[in-house]
């Protein structure tokens, strides 16, 4: 899980990565946004094979909304695969 936190108030687009291991292609990838305790601001869900041949295993979010101190003030991205891999590594992001 990755957090961010927003000190100032605006309106931001945030753009994340998530770098998945391109050679494990079996099954699904999970990723979403959201503010913390409320709904998913962006879900994406996607072939592991199919991620890999389209981007090398890099799975693009973005979300945007009003954030600052006295709005909201972090985002939250969880990822997670249904891979019958055992052991295999968490994803990096960026």
């Known amino acids: 899980m990755c957090n961010l936190r927003i000190r100032a108030d605006g309106w931001y687009e945030v753009l994340l990565c998530v770098h998945w291991d391109e050679t494990d292609q079996a099954g699904t990838r999970f990723a979403h946004t959201r503010i913390p305790d409320q ?18 295993g890099q799975q693009l979010l973005r979300g945007n909304s009003l954030f600052g101190p006295d709005r909201t003030t ?10 019958p891999a055992t052991g295999a590594p968490c994803p990096r992001t960026s």
């Not at 998913?40 to 991620?51: G, N, T």
């Open 39 to 56: 709904e998913p601001l962006h879900s994406e869900a996607i072939d592991a094979s199919v991620l890999a041949r389209i981007s090398q």
């Open 74 to 83: 972090g985002l939250v991205l969880e990822v997670w695969h249904d891979s």
